[in-house]
């Protein structure tokens, strides 16, 4: 069974750093890109990052290019992203996600909340 389990999220103040983890079971994790997702109080999902199977190649939104980060750790079977400069406009449920198969497998997600 494909598996995702999200951590890292929290409260920090405007400005701060987090990084968030996703760990990966049920399948091979080198054969599949990995993509981050989230989805703010009252709106919709925001596609927000994405990292193709090798690592080689990464992808960001436009809202926040330059300020996360995203990678993967095949030994770990982790993924990760990396948030520097969090601003409110960031607090949002954020989730990992990864297309096994027909369908998209998501994880439950972690809260992230920018706030003084």
């Known amino acids: 069974e494909v598996q995702l389990v999200e951590s890292g999220g929290g409260l920090v103040q405007p400005g701060g750093s987090l990084r968030l983890s996703c760990a990966a079971s049920?399948?091979?994790?080198?054969?599949?890109?990995m993509t981050w997702v989230r989805q703010a109080p009252g709106k919709g999902l925001e596609w927000v990052s994405g990292i193709s199977w090798t690592g080689d190649s990464t992808y960001y939104a436009e809202s926040i290019k330059g300020l996360f980060t995203i990678s993967r750790d095949s030994t770990k079977r982790m993924a990760y992203l990396q948030m520097d400069s969090l601003k409110p406009e960031d607090t949002a449920v954020y989730y990992c996600r990864v297309r096994v198969g027909v369908g998209y497998t998501w994880g439950q997600g972690t809260q992230v909340t920018v706030s003084s």
């Open positions: 049920g399948f091979i994790f080198d054969g599949y890109p």
